[in-house]
């Protein structure tokens, strides 16, 4: 057993915690989780939650897995560490690279390896800056991105993110960032259809690449689908409108691929679901299952040619680049997911399960409207249903409804995520259809709770 008051006075003694209040953290005590066996998670009071997260939207085998464990071991009693600096290199990490690229959309051939997600999208700030200096247009400096994007939290990738609470923190965005609109429907598409309104999403970028000089723009960064900003799903129309402004200008296309990578849409990589084809790819979280971190950067023709052929030496890397034993774990991790064939099941099965599973929860008071591609899934909740998602009635932000929502899925055993008022899910993607129908049943139940306590 777990004495959980002693755990939790220590780690509020001691434990500074990511994007956490500590002052309400120090009254309520922190949850501790102790074990995890496929979709399922248990914290050190016994409560046996169905995890909708995945962790942190990364541990898409499932939880326990002992063929992990063995490679992780076995690699670790080999060759613990050894780095990839000054012409060395280690028997995982090239063989992890290699496969990497077998997955990867045409014309992608070069891996560089980081410790996380939001290493990866310093890498490529700093290899898209190196790209165009190589290429005799040092002055192409400009980096587009959206708002409400996360990118990670160093000092480039809260930049390159586009939150707000971030920036307001201290001196971000960095010079040279600067950000679009998000493509949101639900937000932005008031009296167009949904088709119009990726264009006219898309048009934000070419209206800010005018706006600074088509001369002086690097590159535009997004996800394929914004993950922590809210499970945000362009329309069809916005990604190849987007493709071809980039191809217009020159400039060179990102996929932030930390959530969308590895699975989560029923494809590899999102951007070959959305019709795009980047230029640079940010991985991470699902490489691994998180199990090890490990994150990196895809590298496409264009700029691995500037890189390779070109440019001599690239200033650039971390000790954990190619750490043996996260690679190792990746290995395993890829090799489960081809034998276990699971981005094909969330393609066919998994994937239109949620799909129509998130679409009866449509129906329920509280929601005013659910959408789901792949294994992730969001809805909204609402004081009043409309039959548009635009003439729906939100709660008063300060009402902290999706927090109080949240509570109650943890209290009855299932993990969502809440932004602002929409509650999301990232589900590992081994979850089975049935656990799938176990989980709604469960969000079903809380949302009536819910709507119980702001009824009052
Ligand atoms: N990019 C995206 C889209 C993410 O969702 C995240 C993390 O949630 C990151 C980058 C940062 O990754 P990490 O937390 O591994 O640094």
């Known amino acids: 057993g777990f004495d959980t008051r002693a755990l939790q006075a220590l780690d509020s003694a001691h434990y500074l915690h990511p994007f956490t209040d500590h002052g309400a953290l120090r009254e309520r005590g922190a949850r501790v989780m102790v074990r995890g ?59 992890l690279a290699a496969q990497l690229v077998q997955h990867a959309p045409p014309g992608f051939r070069h891996v560089f390896f980081t410790g996380s997600g939001s290493e990866a999208n310093d890498t490529i700030v700093r290899m898209v800056w190196r790209y165009w200096q190589i290429m005799g247009q040092p002055q192409r400096q400009a980096i587009i991105s959206r708002h409400n994007a996360y990118h990670g939290s160093t000092v480039a990738g809260a930049s390159l993110g586009g939150m707000a609470g971030m920036h307001a923190q201290g001196a971000l965005p960095i010079p040279g960032i600067h950000h679009i609109g998000q493509p949101s429907f639900a937000e932005h598409g008031r009296g167009m259809s949904e088709a119009e309104f990726g264009l006219r999403a898309a048009g934000w970028l070419e209206e800010k690449i005018l706006e600074l000089g088509p001369e002086n723009v690097a590159a535009f ?31 060179l296309l990102v996929s932030d691929e930390v959530i969308c990578g590895f699975g989560r849409l029923g494809t590899w990589f999102g951007c070959q679901l959305m019709g795009a084809r980047p230029d640079l790819i940010a991985f991470a979280k699902g490489v691994s299952s998180g199990y090890v971190p490990l994150g990196g950067v895809l590298v496409g023709a264009r700029v691995a040619h500037a890189l390779v052929e070109k440019g001599g030496d690239f200033n650039h890397g971390f000790t954990y680049s190619g750490h043996p034993v996260a690679c190792a774990a990746a290995l395993e991790n890829l090799r489960i997911m081809v034998d276990e064939g699971l981005v094909e099941r969330v393609a066919l099965e998994t994937g239109p399960h949620l799909k129509a599973a998130f679409g009866s929860l449509a129906t329920h008071p509280l929601v005013g409207h659910a959408e789901s591609m792949g294994m992730t899934a969001g809805l909204n909740l609402v004081r009043r249903k409309a039959a548009s998602m635009h003439d729906c009635e939100a709660f008063p932000p300060g009402l902290g409804v999706g927090m109080v929502c949240r509570a109650h899925m943890f209290d009855n055993g299932v993990i969502m995520r809440a932004v602002g008022d929409r509650m999301i899910v990232a589900p590992p993607l081994v979850m089975t259809t049935a656990q799938i129908d176990e989980m709604v049943e469960r969000i079903r139940f809380c949302l009536d709770l819910t709507l119980e306590d702001v009824a009052q």
């Open 37 to 95: 066996d496929g979709v399922y998670l248990w914290d050190s009071e016994g409560r046996k939650l169905i995890d909708g997260m995945s962790g942190l939207w990364c541990v898409n085998v499932g939880y326990g897995r002992a063929s992990m464990t063995a490679a992780v071991a076995r690699q670790m009693d080999t060759l613990p560490f050894y780095n990839s600096f000054f012409n060395t290199t280690n028997v995982p990490a090239v063989m």
């Open 221 to 251: 960064i997004g996800e394929p689908v914004q993950g922590a900003g809210g499970v945000i799903i362009p329309p069809p129309t916005y990604w190849p409108e987007i493709q071809r402004i980039c191809d217009k200008y020159g400039v």
